[in-house]
């Protein structure tokens, strides 16, 4: 994800700077004659030899100086990214145009001054007109950058949101799809049916789990992250299921502090790192299969489970994970961490701390 961030922000900084480029070709045809003329005066229009050596004049040094003004842009849109920060960007851009052009229109007055090229008219009186125009060139120079900045910040949020819900929607799909089949629907109904003659508590119990699984699993695919206490409760039913199928050789243990359970997380990604475990590893009572979901520091999630090798190994299509991972770099810089060794199998989650929807 990092190397992926890099990348994106390398695209940002190219973006900008094409985008001064153009911003520099517009500027010109008004910009340098006028501000030729301030600096020249009269003389500027004696002659098409002064008009044009007049006018390579300041376009050189226009460039030159439009150069640390591009890069100061630059610089500022990656320390303050966010849409968010668009007064804090705006003005720190203006001050350090203004900054920059002082020393700028400061050094190349002075050297007109004291060189007269030209014939030059340009005095310490003059420069005050030069330093007004300028001013006005920063803000209205400012005002398109971040202008256009905040345009290109808004599609990108739009066209991230929109991948967000994409990858959600995928999710939802991909649960249904190993949830609602043939051989779930069968496997619960069975178990269903048992319950309801030997134990009719248990089987009541057992129906209103088993809505609430469905229930989340339709619903919660409509916002891009939940709390993690909503998704443990979800979880908790989940496992009711697995429970009452496999007794006592699935075990689910939750040690999760109460500051991490109001931190987020995508929806469904518990349900689908434990229907993981279940699918690739052999259950049974005498050598239970364990899995662990525990809160670290540093806002981080383990969901960890023993590995139990089966006989006929399951094919994996490896779907669940990279549903899982597809979001988190969509919606965070941090990213889950995917170990296996030789006696169990572990996922780091990242805990996030603000949901984008309330941004």
Known sequence: MIQTYRFQHIGQLIWLSLF???MFVLLVPWFVP???YLLIGDPYF???SNFILGTLMVLSMTILAFIPHDWAAQYIAQKYPSIHSSLKRAAYTALSFCVLTGVYVTAYGLLIIRFRPLNAQLDAEKMVNVYLFELLAILLLTCLYEVNYSLRKWKEIKTNKEAIKKAGLQGQLQSLKSQVNPHFLFNSLN??????????????Q??????KVYRYLLQTNQHELTTLSTEIRFIK?????LRTRYDSGLELVIQVSDSALNKYIPPLTLQLLVENAVKHNTILEKKPLLIEITSLEDDQLQVRNNLL???TPVKSTKLGLANIEAKYKLLSDRQPIIGLGDDHFTVLLPLLTQNPENQ
Do not use: C, N, Q
């Open 20 to 22: 001064g480029r153009w």
């Open 34 to 36: 006028t501000i030729s």
């Open 46 to 48: 004696a002659s098409i």
């Open 191 to 204: 178990t269903l049916s048992a319950l309801i003659h030997d134990e009719p508590a248990r089987a009541e």
């Open 206 to 211: 057992f129906v209103d789990e088993m809505a």
């Open 237 to 241: 039913s989940y496992y009711h299921l």
């Open 309 to 311: 090798e089966k006989s």
